[in-house]
Every structure is written in structure tokens, then in C-alpha cells.
């Protein structure tokens, strides 16, 4: 392999080697002094870039603008708080919906790493992004998350009506079966 053909962080250490093999091949030296170049530490993935190009991000947003279907209107909202706020991925998973202040148009962030929380002013376009996705994808009870009130949520299943904690509301919204889970069984153990 020549200089030049191969990518350019290991280039240098190749020419280097190819130059000081020379002596060697030809019989100027007895030594071969190409095994002492130590070349640079090459990682499997670090081609892959860090972060998208400006262009790239609105080409991404323009392809799934276009897509209608709910994983199409959930990938929306979530590359639009992404490339908007520059959140981190964590910080737009652990997003719920009691985070956005609708009335003061402000976005409540947990952040991950050093745990604090920061007010952001809730922009037109994300704002947007996420309520067609709360409206149009989501089941229709998570609508009713705005109007929980005292920690309490009601919601009528024919004639029974269900209470729900928040946290049982949300292990509902991410797909837990609240009807399989039971409380530990009560255990008495007598000292033999």
C-alpha cells in the first residue's frame, strides 16, 4: 500500500515506514527500521461522525415531516427537540408531559448529567411537533394528563371506574400491564 491511498490519520506512519524500509530493502542497512514506527491507535467506529452537518439535520427533518404515521409523528417530535434544543437523547426520553408549560410556552429539562433543570422557551415548531404527536399518535388518555389534579387520575372502564397514582399512570403509558402486576405476597416467618 503506497502513500496516499489509504485514509489520512494512518498515512503518515505509513510513508514513514515505507521510507525507512528502503534502506533496508536495498542493502544500505542491515537493520529493517520500519518495526520501530508505531502507528496511530485506529478505533472500529471512529469514522462514524459525532454530530450531523446542518444540511444533513434538515434533510432528516424534511423526510420525516413527510411521514404520518405515529412512529413518523413520535420520530418528528423527538429529532425536532434534538436538533432544536441540542438535548441529549436521555433528556428527551425522561421528557413527560407535565415538562411542557402550555400556557407559559416553556420546555422544563431534567438534565443528565449534572441534574439540574432548566427552563427553555417552548418554540413554535417543536411545541407543534410534540402535540400532533400527543394528539394524533398517542392513545387519547394522554390528553387527560393536563387535567390531573391531587396525584389522582380517573379513568371509566364501562361501569367500573379505575384510580391510578401518576406512577401507575405512567408505567400504563409505557406499556406495563397493570392488571398482571400484584403486590408481593404478605410472608410471616416465626424465629425456630
Known amino acids: 500500500m503506497g502513500c496516499g491511498v489509504i485514509p489520512s490519520k494512518i498515512e503518515p506512519s ?7 524500509c ?48 405515529p412512529v413518523g409523528l413520535r420520530d418528528y417530535a423527538i429529532l425536532t427537540l434534538l436538533s432544536t434544543y441540542r438535548l441529549r437523547a436521555a433528556e ?11 400556557r407559559r410556552d416553556v420546555l422544563r429539562v431534567r438534565h443528565t448529567k449534572t441534574g439540574t433543570y432548566s427552563e427553555l422557551p417552548l418554540l413554535r415548531e417543536p411545541g407543534e ?45 409505557e406499556g406495563i400491564d397493570l392488571q398482571a402486576m400484584r403486590g408481593h405476597p404478605v410472608r410471616y416467618y416465626e424465629h425456630v
Not at 514506527?37 to 420525516?64: D, K, S, W
Not at 428527551?92 to 402550555?102: G, K, Q, Y
Not at 388518555?141 to 396525584?151: G, I, K
Request: with cysteine; glycine share 4%.
Open 22 to 69: 528502503y534502506p533496508w530493502r536495498t542493502g544500505r542497512t542491515a537493520i529493517d527500521l520500519a518495526g520501530t514506527v508505531i502507528g496511530p491507535r485506529i478505533y472500529e467506529h471512529e469514522g462514524i461522525p459525532v454530530a450531523l452537518r446542518t444540511e444533513e439535520v434538515r434533510r432528516v427533518l424534511e423526510v420525516t415531516r413527510k411521514d404520518l404515521s
Open 129 to 173: 411537533a410534540v402535540l400532533r404527536y400527543v394528539e394524533k399518535a398517542r392513545p387519547p388518555f394522554w390528553l387527560m394528563l393536563r387535567r390531573l389534579e391531587a396525584d389522582r387520575f380517573v379513568w371509566s372502564r364501562g361501569e367500573a371506574v379505575l384510580e391510578l397514582s401518576v406512577e401507575q399512570l405512567h408505567w400504563l403509558l
Open 92 to 102: 428527551v426520553v425522561n421528557l413527560r408531559l407535565e415538562n411542557i408549560d402550555w
Open 14 to 20: 505509513v510513508c514513514l515506514r515505507d521510507f525507512l
